[in-house]
Every structure is written in C-alpha cells, then in structure tokens.
C-alpha cells in the first residue's frame, strides 16, 4: 500500500512538471529559432527582417491570440510560419502553446 501512495504522489505532482519541461524543450527545438529562445524575450529586428515579417508579428508576448487560435496557427501554418501538423503531435502543439501561455503569464 506504501508503493501506491508513493506512486500517486510521484504522477500527482510531478508529471506536470516532466510534461512542462517536454514542451519547453520541443518549444526551443521547434519555435525558437524563429521566435526567440523564450516566449517572453525580444525578437530581433534583423531576425524579422530575413523572415520577412515583424518583429511584433514574431513576439508570442506580444500576441493577443486565444489558446485555439494559436494551436490553429502551429498546427496550419499562417503567412511566414509554417504548419507542423505534419512535424509534432496534437499533444506537443499543444504543451507548447500552453507552455507559451504560462511563461506570458508570468511576466
């Protein structure tokens, strides 16, 4: 009985944490390069220029999308930013937008 409770506390609390630092992890392997190394930091405008767009367009903190629209954007593709349904999991998209969501959070 000792083990399931040792065992429930260890998925309880500690999951999320693993499932938060994959996402990060898949956000700087995937978004990064692009974007910047995290959601909250400065995107340069030589970065934007290359990309042809912004470096408002490219800013996550300076988005004003909701949750779905961003999962619609990364899983399709919208202008400069390519799609990657076919590159990532339904759920990766969407620990790295919720990663996204919770690092503007805290800001």
Sequence with gaps: MKKFWISLIIVTFFMPVIAFA???ADYRA???SCHSPYPTGHVDKEKAKLLKTTS???ALSA???NREEMI???EKGKGVMP???DKLTKDQITGIVDYILISIKKK
């Design 63 to 65: 988005s004003e999308m």
């Design 56 to 58: 408002k367009k490219l």
């Design 22 to 24: 994959d996402s990060r």
């Design 83 to 85: 799609a990657y349904k």
């Design 30 to 32: 995937t978004c990064a």
């Design 72 to 74: 619609a954007i990364t």
